[in-house]
């Protein structure tokens, strides 16, 4: 084992050891209130890690070149998982995302982010300068991304839609493609998502509302100004772990979404932007000797970035 790897085992443990303390930092009294118990979300969260931890190991051991060869069946089963997402899925708070496997919760977009790019990926080293040809090469990965993205819209889900677009337009641009194709799809696919997003209800309110405050002032919402407290309250050396407040139904998904509020309300401000640092130097560790295996290696740079700020 080089050096290298044991980094990025240090770097995964570190993160999934913060990631426990803060879910169980910001969870125990949701938890208590809906569970009778203080550690029912913890322990969820403890079996998952579990689970995390077989699946890095068995995929550990196999190289990434094998996954080229099935990276189309993928697609194709992670297409057909969102349109039976669409169709059965319950809806949560308006949006059909999460797909009930008894033992654990599985949201098929997340999956179809991956493993598009995968797919993308290899389309893009197979082409080369084909790329630069709109109908011979930049058409063809243009089809998956507006099929993946479309459906994942449709839940509706328009943040992870927008971040499908451009992450994908990102992998073509440093591939090679011409920007007028580039820019000229963009502009055209940002017009189609913001009307869609001015259509559906709660996209729409949330655009508004933004606008709002920033012609009027104050914050977006409830849950923004409770994260803002959160790390007002914990100033430059923090409340310390297990004393956060807003945790204590203040803030609305503090364990969950906004569970970095916590993390900047408990511990000191160099120890949050320490656990964004391990994020951003874990998205950065590559050693891709092929085209496509660069392109990962970028693309993890920005979902760690996008997941960070």
């Not at 443990?13 to 209130?33: D, E, F, K, P």
């Not at 709002?212 to 994260?227: E, H």
């Amino acid at each position: 084992m080089n050096t290298w790897v044991k980094i990025l085992i240090v770097l995964v443990v570190a993160m999934i050891s913060l990631g426990a303390v803060m879910v169980l930092t910001a969870s125990g009294t949701y938890s208590m209130m809906k569970f009778n118990s203080n550690f029912h979300l913890f322990q969820s969260h403890l079996w998952k890690i579990v689970a995390a931890v077989v699946g890095m190991y068995a995929f550990s051991k196999i190289k990434y070149e094998n996954y080229r060869k099935y990276s189309k069946i993928a697609l194709f089963a992670i297409i057909a998982v969102l349109i039976f997402t669409f169709l059965f899925a319950p809806k949560v708070k308006g949006a059909q995302r999460w797909i009930n496997l008894g033992f654990i919760q599985f949201q098929p977009s997340e999956a179809a982010k991956v493993i598009l790019i995968m797919h993308i990926s290899l389309m893009l080293e197979k082409m080369g300068d084909k790329i630069k040809d709109f109908k011979n090469g930049f058409m063809f990965p243009l089809i998956w991304v507006g099929v993946v993205s479309l459906l994942v819209l449709m839940q509706p889900n328009v943040s992870t839609s927008v971040i499908i677009v451009v992450t994908s337009f990102a992998l073509m641009f440093v591939a090679g493609a011409r920007w007028k194709h580039v820019v000229g799809i963009l502009a055209g696919a940002g017009i189609a998502l913001g009307s869609v997003a001015m259509i559906l209800k709660h996209s729409r309110e949330r655009i508004m509302t933004f606008i709002d405050s920033l012609l009027k002032g104050g914050d977006i919402n409830i849950q923004v100004k409770q994260a803002k407290i959160a790390l007002g309250s914990g100033g430059w050396v923090g409340v310390g772990p297990g004393h956060s407040r807003q945790s204590d139904l203040f803030l609305p998904e503090s364990y969950g979404d906004f569970i970095f509020s916590i993390l900047g309300e408990g511990f000191p401000w160099s120890g949050y932007n320490f656990s964004s640092l391990l994020r951003v130097v874990f998205s950065l560790y590559g050693d891709s000797k092929k085209i496509s295996g660069q392109i990962w290696a970028i693309d993890g740079a920005w979902f760690g970035f996008q997941h960070n700020y």
